[in-house]
């Protein structure tokens, strides 16, 4: 019953396509002053901000991001250090736990997307753990060692 009362609804306003310009467009009108408390710099710091903004404040989301953005800048980044440490880093948002998982598994997923435009097939599947590895022991997101690293003259972010 209450399933045929919402297809009806949906038949009456109409298609989703012609419907979501003015749906936006009265929310704009609505709301002139809605903004996003939360900081970020980019689409993984935004990302990571929602996902920690559960069941806590903005405010205390972008306490603990202004030193967890500093420490963790790209995907491989949040899966290279022990899980207990990201929990711990995260802590202070509550549901640290579920929080870290969702992280984790968001993060392992855009590894995997974003790469497998880049890399050729048949190294898929070990060419994440190649970076996490890396991440872990050489490329340390605070002091990455150039210096050691094979991939030197390869790499734009090489220091050396
Ligand atoms: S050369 Fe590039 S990949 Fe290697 S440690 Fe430095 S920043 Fe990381």
Redesign the pocket.
């Known amino acids: 019953m209450a399933r045929s009362f919402v297809a009806e609804a949906r038949r009456r306003v109409g298609p989703k396509k012609a419907r979501i310009r003015p749906i936006v467009e009265r929310l704009i009108a609505e709301h002139p002053d809605a903004g996003i408390a939360l900081k970020f710099r980019s689409d993984i710091e935004l990302l990571v901000s929602v996902m920690l903004s559960a069941q806590t404040t903005d405010v205390n989301v972008n306490r603990v991001t202004a030193t967890l953005f500093e420490k963790y800048k790209r995907p491989e980044d949040y899966l290279a250090v022990p899980v207990e440490e990201l929990e711990r880093d995260v802590y202070a948002t509550g549901f640290f736990r579920q929080k870290t998982k969702s992280i984790r598994g968001t993060m392992q997923r855009l590894l995997e997307r974003d790469l497998q435009r880049l890399v050729p097939r048949e190294h898929w599947g070990v060419f994440p753990h190649l970076l996490i590895w ?1 991440g872990r022991r ?2 340390i997101a605070r002091a ?3 210096e050691e ?1 094979v ?2 003259d390869l ?1 734009p ?4």
Do not use: E, K
């Not at 972010?157 to 050396?160: E, P, T």
């Open positions: 890396h050489v490329c990455p060692r150039c690293c991939l030197t790499c972010s090489s220091r050396v």
